[in-house]
């Protein structure tokens, strides 16, 4: 039962580049949640998705576009990396009223 | 728009000792509220939550959190903290009428022996 499931674990970008974060749930959820994490501002939303080829803005989604092709799979894309956007990047999912279930986050850093 | 505020950003304990980690919040609506913990280098793990009904609600680990609604609080507590409490707690809000669910701060829990 692998739950939520981040890819890349660690990734190193120059400024400028772009780059495409997955997020797979095995759990059949319908929400698909993108958040970041930086230190003293706890956990910030960017996108989310309510299911299959939707997806809605959140607190902070300058600089970030999502895609909700399959049910499963929720992507989050840098089009031009930017300093700022340095951060632990976590996906969430859950399905109805349960609580979100987490993946074990992406750790970026650009340069 | 929701918002949640963790006052403190660490919070000391001994062994033994009943821990507080206070999370306050502002919802239009009925809130449902969580509170989640998380270990070094890996994500959020959910803990517990209130949605309706009593207001004491146990959880796991031992933890558990009162919901007082004139207070707008959903502070959570433990009787005897261990040591393996020691991690960093989200408190996170959200309604009815909306998807997003929104994170306080974070509240950095040390238990020492």
């Known amino acids: 039962n692998a739950g939520v499931t981040q890819t890349p674990k660690f990734r190193v970008l120059k400024t400028g580049q772009s780059m495409t974060l997955l997020c797979a749930q095995d759990?059949?959820?319908?929400?698909m949640y993108w958040y970041r994490q930086d230190p003293g501002m706890g956990l910030r939303l960017i996108h989310y998705s309510v299911g299959e080829g939707t997806t809605a803005k959140g607190e902070v989604p300058d600089g970030y576009n999502v895609s909700r092709l399959k049910k499963q799979n929720f992507l989050l894309g840098l089009e031009s990396a930017a300093p700022s956007q340095t951060s632990v990047y976590f996906c969430?999912?859950?399905?109805?009223?349960?609580?979100?279930?987490f993946g074990n986050g992406t750790r970026l850093t650009v340069t | 728009a929701q918002s949640v505020a963790q006052p403190e950003d660490q919070v000391n304990v001994a062994e033994g000792n009943p821990l507080t980690v206070k999370c306050t919040y502002s919802v239009s609506g009925n809130p449902y509220l969580f509170w989640y913990v998380q270990y070094p280098n890996r994500g959020l793990q959910f803990l517990l939550k209130?949605?309706?009904?009593?207001?004491l609600v146990k959880g796991s680990y031992g933890f558990e959190a009162e919901f007082n609604k004139s207070q707008t609080s959903f502070h959570l507590k433990k009787p005897s903290a261990l040591v393996s409490d020691s991690a960093l707690y989200f408190c996170a809000v959200s309604s009815y009428n909306t998807d997003k669910l929104i994170f306080g701060t974070g509240t950095r829990l040390q238990v020492f022996p």
């Open positions: 759990m059949n959820h319908e929400y």
């Open positions: 209130y949605i309706t009904g009593d207001n």
């Open positions: 969430a999912s859950r399905g109805g009223a349960s609580p979100l279930h």
